[in-house]
């Protein structure tokens, strides 16, 4: 079911998911949803960057590179291919059974005029603009804000694996919610965590604080999880290549945290 507004969040959400885009929570954490559901639990994704350009908005270089890759060619278009992904979000978290929100603040590339990013390698593994970080602190506020109203709520947050600039911006405003005596598991972000060898290891040295991890075994999960994914269908030949390659590398992944051949495995990190 969706969310229409903040004010609609309510205290029997126990576990919360912060998502940077639509995607993000299923293709990291699809099990982990399917086993909370399976317990009679409603979980409840936010979406930060569920927003698109303004429908005038001359779109950079870097933004043009992007949206090509998804059949688009300026901001009416971006924002019909934004609207798709809506609906994808929506038949995926209604097939796994979860609540979600959309906030309006549009993705990294997007943003500022000129645009604050200007290649892919600022967008995957850059420096967040000076501008950017007034959303970081309203992000962080609101957080603070739902904490102080949902005491008990378990939150989920990206690590930052990969450096996306959403991806960082999203984490950062959630470790205001660690500072608040909030438990918040940080996950791994996938598809970034699979491309690059050692770039977990590498991010939770840079955050600096000292992490223990926690495992959800999802191996009952993995048909349903894969099959949400499934529904993200504009993403998967730009991330993936293909269905059965992103089927792949999801499984996996899920295997290799711990090598067992019949356990599937998603991993949280929390600041001990």
Partial sequence: MRLTSINDITRHYRHIFLAPHLDDIVYSCGGTLGVQVSSGLRPLIITAFAGGP???QQLSSLALQ???D???????SALRVMEERRKEDSAALDYLQADYLWLDYPEAIYRGKPGYYTSKEQLMGGEVHPDDRALDRELGNML????DRLPDTVWYAPLGVGHHIDHQIVCSAADRLVQRGAKVYFYEDFPYVQRNPGALEKRLQELGGAFEYNLVEISEMMPMKLEAADLYRSQIDSNFGSREAMHRLIDNYAKSIRPVETIRLERYWLTR
């Fill in 66 to 68: 992007v949206v090509r």
């Fill in 144 to 147: 603070v804000e739902l904490r």
């Fill in 54 to 56: 303004k429908p005038d």
């Fill in 70 to 76: 998804w059949g688009a060619s300026d901001a009416q």
